[in-house]
């Protein structure tokens, strides 16, 4: 029979979810390979053709890899809490987890659909209680840990309660917050249990603390920076405001040089490596204390441009300095308090990428430069963040370029300080130069005076050396329904765990998914939702980043209810060989992920360092959008006659997007077009050839440009096989590339060209047992070399052109051995499994079988030519083509050339003067 793809596919579908024939479990007798794909988050509208490109790719790599004999592990789960769900129930008043799980089951038809080797068996959703039971209680390691820089790594909180009741503070080296105490064990020992708890917060890795959010009143909740844009929520578009807010925190510094040097050692794209590097911020230089005049207090300023202090003509810090209410003289408070106000509505991405606004408002009070005494004015501007070190800087206009222009728009004095070059107030660092007006310095080159002065800060007890980061710790608290509950309840007004027994702590009904009325996140809805009917829970929820920091090691053991992942599955499966996924996520999941991975490791439960050996970004595919051109009448009305694309320039028109799903070929369909929208169902149309074309042009999938393609209506029409080898066959894996349905039916002809070299012309299955051809084994050897190259190196593309062409030759070979043929079905086997299932059945093998069968072995000998067919040149034209053995002599080659009847008849009876014969290449007679 002809190509049924339906049938074939739906029947081999069931066939692995009866049969669960892609799950596996630890076997120590094979080798591990670890594929995963970034899990998707289950929206409404489902999949469209661009979404399954990483996974078409991973599951084609994990499929060779279990030819290869590797023991596979594939599998697939949903991020499946998140702020779409919560708004559309703040909307309908519809639970989340009825939204969330029709779109489940809606992602699933459609995966399940495009026949992906997926082990569900391990299926994880991060909203289900029993995988955030395990969310919940990681938190609860990382509250029960701090950072020991001395061991450099993370260790119960109880080795450092002993340090302070045996040595107190003497000797402890630890990320912790700025103001912690100084004590003896005595000390420690007074203090009461509620001081010892506030204590140990500001070193605990998951902590309470205030901190500058991104506040959307209209959501009711915290934003993460990506969520922002513009001073309004992506979602939405409500403005956001800066504010001070108590928030659970990760303390991710204290992994920042890990983070940094951990990048050395995986394989990823080295444009997101730097990503992450520029994020962490590495900087070198040192911590100096600027008194405050007439005050006790001080500001303390990280630079790392020490040698440029005697440079420093006035001080910024950030509108949130906890010192501007205090420091501020009473005829400069207006001002100040309308600066800040403006501040709160620019979102800290904002202020940090606006470099050619220039604002800011003096305090009134002024700092004492410690080396030279003299007082320089302290500002606040909107550029610094309380955030980012010290939230302070030292400015010296000669030195940097941001501090020169605001200088200069504030009328503040500018001190050169070198004698090297300086271009537009920058000094160039790069240029040797002596230092002038610079005190102690004066003379010197640029290491001896940085030396100098750190050594002289430090004796006088005004600064010291210090490596600092740009990356913060990660806020871990967002004020919505949606997210996995905080395993905490406060006493006293300080947080402590549930017991580990209570695990999980559920979601509590509430009325609405809304704040209060008083302006409490929606859980403070929650009746009678209280610990041990007493103390208040937390009603923050954590943000989404918490259930994907961890999931991957979720699958190695997915059902295991008493341990997060047994040492079992750890020990096998270790970490993540192949990682398919978005570079969005380079600052965000994947930075987290990987501070969750060391620390995991620290505490004994993870095997690796790095998480994920090696990543792949897989290229965006845009829309191809089709357009239509709707004639503006003479009175400047839109009116309802529509001209094809190329005589648009005879009349004044204006641009439509159209559906992409009712054109072919960008040729509309004039009755679709009608049903498509009442607006146009009386519309008329000015063709060109009696059809109708539609203007094209490449933008991103979107609803909005009616250019999303559905891969449900790929597969009615072609079949899956057919849509993961065009997914593959648009272009190389990591670039953007646009959709373009046209291009589909070449693939689908190639795989009805496949099958027919398995049948008769009446349709009938028939294969031979003979020995094959020289041609045949080297076709197909050819064939085995590149697929495994191409695969090996992630160019998929090529590899579908490969095929091609082995079809064809086998086809022109007249090709139906089963030697052939069943190896060629192998290599085939990981980009279109369904119908080579069938045919591998077909071919008498047991069914589902092939997916235990191994990779055909490459044999060079096959490719090894015995002949060549040589051009022939008289007196330099080309006249014939002759085969020789490569092995003959010249002599007996010349000797046969001039007999042949072909070079007689250009010879017209002469003699050769010469014949010139370059083996393998060429061969010219000259009369």
């Known amino acids: 029979m002809d190509y049924q793809f339906k049938n074939i596919e739906k029947k081999w579908q069931q066939f692995w979810a009866d049969n669960e024939t892609y799950k596996v479990g630890v076997d120590e007798s094979k080798p591990k390979y670890y594929v995963l794909d970034m899990f998707p988050y289950p929206s409404g509208a489902g999949l469209h053709v661009g979404h399954p490109l990483g996974y078409i790719a991973s599951d084609i790599f994990s499929r060779y890899k279990r030819l290869k004999g590797f023991n596979v592990l594939h599998p697939m789960g949903y991020d499946s809490f998140g702020l779409p769900a919560e708004q559309y129930a703040i909307q309908t008043g519809q639970h989340p987890a009825i939204t969330t799980e029709t779109n489940i089951n809606r992602y699933r038809e459609q995966l399940d659909n495009i026949g992906f080797s997926f082990d569900w068996s391990k299926e994880v959703r991060t909203s289900s209680p029993d995988y955030y039971k395990w969310t919940q209680w990681i938190f609860m390691q990382l509250f029960n840990s701090w950072y020991n820089t001395e061991s450099d790594k993370a260790e119960h909180i109880s080795t450092l309660i002993h340090k302070f009741e045996t040595v107190g503070t003497e000797g402890v080296k630890a990320v912790c917050d700025d103001d912690t105490r100084k004590m003896l064990p005595s000390d420690w020992s007074s203090l009461t249990e509620e001081e010892k708890q506030q204590e140990l917060l500001k070193y605990r890795l998951a902590f309470l603390k205030e901190s500058t959010v991104?506040?959307?009143a209209a959501l009711g909740t915290v934003l993460?920076?990506?969520?922002?844009?513009?001073?309004?929520?992506e979602r939405g578009g409500h403005p956001v405001e800066q504010k001070k807010m108590m928030q659970w925190s990760m303390r991710i510094t204290a992994y920042a040089e890990r983070l940094l040097q951990g990048l050395d050692t995986i394989d990823w794209p080295e444009p997101l490596k730097e990503m992450q590097r520029n994020w962490i911020g590495k900087s070198v230089g040192a911590m100096v204390d600027f008194q405050l005049a007439n005050a006790n207090d001080k500001i303390q300023v990280f630079t790392t441009r020490v040698d440029t202090i005697y440079g420093v003509s006035f001080l910024v810090i950030a509108p949130e300095h906890e010192l501007v209410s205090k420091i501020t003289t009473p005829d400069r408070k207006e001002e100040i308090e309308l600066y800040i106000q403006q501040t709160k509505k620019k979102s800290e991405l904002d202020r940090m990428s606006d470099t050619k606004t220039v604002s800011g408002a003096f305090t009134g009070a002024y700092a004492v430069n410690p080396m030279n005494g003299e007082q320089v004015p302290v500002w606040i501007a909107d550029y610094v963040l309380a955030g980012y070190g010290t939230g302070a800087v030292m400015a010296v206009p000669s030195g940097d370029q941001r501090d020169y222009l605001f200088a200069s728009h504030f009328n503040l004095p500018i001190v050169p300080i070198l004698d090297a070059q300086v271009l537009d107030g920058q000094?160039?660092?790069?240029?040797e130069g002596k230092y002038i007006n610079s005190g102690i310095i004066n003379g010197l080159g640029y290491q001896e005076a940085v030396t100098k002065l750190i050594t002289h800060l430090e004796e006088n007890g005004q600064g010291y050396a210090k490596i600092n980061y740009r990356m913060r710790d990660a806020i871990f608290g967002r004020q919505r329904y949606w997210g996995e509950p905080v395993p905490v309840y406060f006493k006293n007004g300080l947080p402590y765990l549930i017991d580990e027994s209570e695990l999980p702590l559920l979601l509590p009904e509430v009325d609405k998914y809304l704040p209060t009325e008083t302006g409490e996140p929606p859980l403070g809805r929650a009746k009678n939702w209280k610990y041990k009917d007493q103390y208040e829970y937390e009603l923050s929820t954590m943000p989404g980043w918490a259930g994907s920091s961890w999931y991957w090691f979720r699958y190695m053991d997915a059902n295991n209810n008493k341990e997060f992942v047994s040492s079992k599955a750890i020990n096998y499966w270790q970490d993540v060989d192949l990682y398919i996924g978005g570079s969005e996520h380079a600052t965000g999941h994947l930075l987290y992920s990987r501070f969750w991975n060391k620390f995991l490791k620290d505490i004994g439960l993870a095997k690796e360092e790095e998480p994920f050996k090696k990543l792949i970004n897989q290229g965006m595919i845009q829309g191809r959008s089709n357009f239509v051109y709707r004639i503006i009448g003479e009175d400047g009305r839109a009116t309802n006659k529509f001209v094809s694309c190329g005589l648009k320039n005879d009349y004044q028109t204006t641009a439509l997007h159209v559906d992409v799903n009712i054109v072919e070929n960008d040729v509309l369909n004039l009755d679709k077009f009608r049903n498509w929208r009442e607006e146009f169902k009386n519309a008329e149309f000015i063709l060109e050839e009696g059809k109708y074309l539609c203007g094209v042009e490449v933008e991103k999938m979107s609803k909005s440009k009616f250019n999303v393609v559905n891969p449900d209506d790929l597969i009615e029409r072609y079949g899956a096989d057919t849509l993961r080898m065009y997914e593959m066959?648009?272009?190389?894996?990591e670039q953007s590339k646009p959709w373009n349905t046209n291009g589909i039916e070449g693939v689908f002809k190639f795989l009805r060209k496949y099958w027919k070299l398995f049948h008769n012309d009446a349709f009938e299955f028939v294969v031979s047992d003979e020995e094959p051809t020289k041609q045949e084994l080297k076709s197909l050897h050819k064939l085995i070399k590149k697929v495994e190259e191409d695969i090996e190196r992630f160019s998929f593309n090529t590899s579908v052109s490969s095929f091609m062409i082995t079809v064809n030759e086998l086809t022109d070979l007249?090709?139906?051995?089963?030697?052939?043929?069943?190896?060629?079905?192998l290599l085939l086997s990981s980009y279109a499994p369904h119908i080579t299932e069938e045919i591998?059945?077909?071919?008498?093998?047991?069914?589902?079988?092939?997916?235990?069968?191994?990779?055909?072995k490459f044999n060079p000998?096959?490719?090894?030519e015995s002949e060549f067919n040589y051009p022939v040149s008289i007196n330099g034209k080309t006249r014939a083509n002759i085969s020789f053995a490569l092995d003959l002599d010249n002599a007996e080659i010349e000797k046969q050339i001039l007999q042949s009847e072909q070079?007689?008849?250009y010879l017209e009876g002469k003699t050769p003067k010469k014949v010139i014969i370059v083996k393998g290449r060429i061969i010219n007679v000259v009369v």
């Open 903 to 905: 070079v007689q008849k």
């Open 729 to 733: 066959f648009l272009g190389p894996l």
């Open 814 to 825: 007249k090709c139906n051995k089963k030697s052939i043929l069943q190896d060629l079905t």
């Open 840 to 856: 591998w059945a077909l071919l008498g093998n047991e069914a589902g079988t092939l997916s235990k069968a191994l990779f055909p």
């Open 427 to 431: 000094a160039d660092p790069t240029k």
């Open 224 to 233: 993460a920076n990506d969520e922002v844009i513009g001073g309004f929520s």
């Open 861 to 864: 000998e096959y490719l090894v």
């Open 214 to 216: 991104n506040w959307c």
